[in-house]
């Protein structure tokens, strides 16, 4: 039925549909001239009232401070190491007899001579035991005389036919225990004798006292410390160092700093091994002075050369580049007396205290901007202070 209905609805006429056609089209023609227009009038009316307003002031050309660098082939590497001071030989004195502390004749500080006796122990059980051994000995000796004159006796009641062989041997072979039980007494004597020396603490080198760790009346076991002695004469510096300045430390020089003085040194030698935690070498100085250094904690100052051709520049004068490089503001003369601002990379090969050891884009003398950097960006005008 519905399409039957729109089948019966009659269509306008074809000039009516032209008419309307027209008349839309002439509509939509009629809104984009007048949005044409008004952008026109506002656009007129704005710049008509830009140009009443007077122009800003051009912004003044930025004077800046220059630094002129020269290319360089080395540069002064100055690099420090922290170590400790120590005595050339430090033992601790014990005994190696036990007994009572009767003497002890120094204290800490004390300085000794090499041989000196600093302590003793109680020594009357040996002098007894010693006493007994020697008069031991004076008996055998009396009983070995006897055994000689009777043994010469025997030996002529023989020869005259009174005596017999048995009995002479009976005597001389009695004189030869006699004198083997001598010697024996003999070797215990030695044996109390060396007990004796023993007992007393002598000191092995010329040195200082350091710690003193019992009294006199004391018990001393074997082997219980009971002074400290360090080596009086020269202390020595122990540092790690990188290894690869080992082999050429001995033709550098070199200075050591403690409690901020400094004192002469001279390379003792080197610890044929490497440190397992850090990874260095050990190197051993002497320090030359008479202070008392012991123990202190102390810093090498090395001074070498890093031979790269390269540019010394302030190293506030450096900016964050891209892909781990720096960059330096590098001033190119433009017209008079201005000059142009350009970016120039340049890698970091030493940094020493305040200035920096670079290498990049660089060549031949440049002028660079010290400070201020971050106020300048590549292809800005500026001036030099101080240059007319």
Do not use: C
Request: hydrophobic content about 45%; overall charge negative; cysteine-free.
């Amino acid at each position: 039925m519905a399409r039957a209905y729109r089948n019966d609805t009659p269509k306008r006429p074809l000039w009516k549909r032209m008419i309307r056609g027209f008349m839309t089209l002439t509509g939509t023609a009629s809104v984009i001239a007048i949005s044409a227009g008004a952008i026109w009038l506002g656009s007129a009316t704005l710049a008509s009232r830009a140009a009443a307003v007077d122009a800003p002031p051009a912004a003044p050309i930025a004077t800046v401070s220059a630094l002129r660098i020269s290319p360089s082939d080395q540069m002064t590497v100055t690099r420090q190491f922290y170590g400790q001071v120590e005595a050339a030989r430090t033992v601790a004195l014990s005994f190696e007899q036990s007994g009572r502390l009767n003497v002890l004749t120094v204290d800490e500080g004390d300085s000794v001579k090499a041989g000196d006796v600093i302590a003793r122990l109680d020594t009357r059980i040996l002098m007894s035991e010693r006493a007994r051994l020697v008069a031991t000995r004076a008996a055998l000796e009396a009983q070995a005389e006897l055994s000689r004159r009777t043994t010469k006796r025997q030996s002529e009641l023989r020869d005259r036919g009174f005596a017999s062989e048995q009995a002479v041997d009976n005597v001389a072979l009695g004189l030869v225990a006699l004198e083997a039980q001598m010697a024996e007494v003999d070797a215990t004597l030695t044996q109390v004798d060396v007990q004796l020396s023993q007992t007393e603490l002598v000191a092995p080198f010329d040195g200082r006292i350091g710690a003193r760790h019992v009294d006199p009346g004391a018990i001393m076991a074997v082997g219980t410390p009971v002074l400290d002695i360090q080596e009086d004469s020269t202390p020595l510096f122990r540092v790690g160092i990188d290894p690869k300045l080992a082999s050429d430390l001995a033709d550098q020089p070199a200075a050591i700093t403690i409690d901020g003085t400094d004192y002469p040194t001279r390379l003792v030698g080197f610890r044929p091994d490497l440190d397992a935690q850090t990874r260095t070498r050990t190197a051993l100085f002497g320090i030359d002075t008479d202070d008392p250094v012991y123990l202190s904690s102390g810093t090498l100052t090395l001074t070498t050369m890093l031979e790269a051709s390269g540019y010394s520049v302030p190293l506030r004068a450096l900016r964050d580049g891209v892909r781990g490089l720096w960059t330096l503001v590098v001033l190119e003369p433009a017209q008079h007396d201005m000059f142009t601002a350009r970016s120039a990379a340049v890698e970091v090969l030493q940094i020493e205290g305040d200035t920096a050891y670079v290498r990049g884009t660089l060549a031949g003398e440049a002028l660079i901007v010290p400070d201020g950097t971050h106020r300048l960006v590549p292809g800005d005008r500026v001036r030099v202070a101080g240059q007319n």
